[in-house]
């Protein structure tokens, strides 16, 4: 299974180059942009945003990994459908072909006819990557392929990525939005058990280059089976002797919730885009906690991020389980990832319905647990 770890960074690393390419060319991010509709729709938007960028990635995921692993096939799953319908008013199957000049051909449809862009995507598809890293590439994992499943969200916070604003902050600082919200994430789980074991995340646009305008990306991984328990983060140094917790939230979170938390914290959120985007402030511990207490995150927005937080010896769980376990002094309720919420269709079958918490340090996540206690 490490070479499914090598190749996950690998794919990763492609869709932000796909990611990027996407946004380079304005005539054809304009193309790009199409909204959702029926039951695939995120309730949370009024409008949301679907753009080939997701699905291409996506598609792109799936034909890589299973090249190489043909027993994931059937278990890779992900925010996008991969019918796309381009302005012709045609629908088109977006799928990754064997060759790089079928798959031009084949998005040359979906882009009506725009051969160039075509060839570009196709282009960035194909490419074969090489990427090296040291850690990911010496561990041995004892996890069989055939035993995993995946979640992938091709991009998260794509509105943030369709808006492209750029946001100047200093390094180890928090953005509340922009192009650095928006997030690769591709996280693996036991079909078994749904326990998320690894996690991969990529940010497309982390730094920006100030004299050639490009962007430059970063990625993060983390593994956690058993008594295996790796990352590529710098173990995070802990400040016990802070009394205030520093607590990341969506802009739309409830005011019930903020009230209740008003205490940990002196009232200072932080508010940033994207579910995983939060998810990795935790990680990177730029926030205690990332407290959610709506149903408005799915599996494919949560698997990649607690993967890496449990493999720090954190975790992810569901807010609303956790307040009962609480009451019955058992312990805090992990999200899992193999089960669909029976009488619900479409998204909302895979949705975090009890809202989350991501947290780092136990201690802490008990705190607000106790704080949220009653209030909800
Ligand atoms: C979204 C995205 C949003 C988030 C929402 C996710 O995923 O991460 O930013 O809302 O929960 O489902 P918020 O930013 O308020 O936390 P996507 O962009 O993939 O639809
Ligand atoms: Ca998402
Ligand atoms: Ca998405």
Known sequence: AQQLLRLLLRVSEKAANVARICRQETPLFELLVQEKTGED????????????????????????????????????????????DNGLGESVLVTVCALEEETATMLATVLDGNHKAASLLAAAIHQDLQLTDEM???????????????????IDATSQYIKGQVEVVAEGEICPSGLQCALVLIGAYL????????????????????VSQSWKGQHFWGVSCGSINAFSIPKPICHTAEESLSIVLSSSEKQVVKDALTPLCGG?????????????????????VYVLSEGSTFKWDSCASHALLRAMGGGVIDLKESLLSFEKDESPRELTYHQARPGSQGAERWANHGGLIAYLDNNKLKTVIGALLGKL
């Open 41 to 84: 729709k995120n309730k949370k938007f009024v409008r949301d945003f679907k753009t080939l960028a997701d699905v291409v990635i996506q598609e792109m995921i799936r034909h890589d990994v299973c090249v190489q692993f043909p027993e994931l096939k059937g278990f890779i799953h992900g925010e996008e459908s991969n019918k796309f």
């Open 136 to 154: 990911a590439e010496s561990l041995e994992l004892p996890l069989h392929p055939s035993d995993l499943a995946l979640w992938i969200d091709p």
């Open 191 to 210: 079909r078994a058990t749904g326990e998320p074991v690894i996690g991969v995340i990529n940010q497309p646009f982390a730094e920006r280059d100030l």
């Open 268 to 288: 200072r959120f932080i508010y940033a885009a994207g579910a995983g985007y939060k998810t990795l402030c935790v990680i990177l511990n730029l926030a205690d």
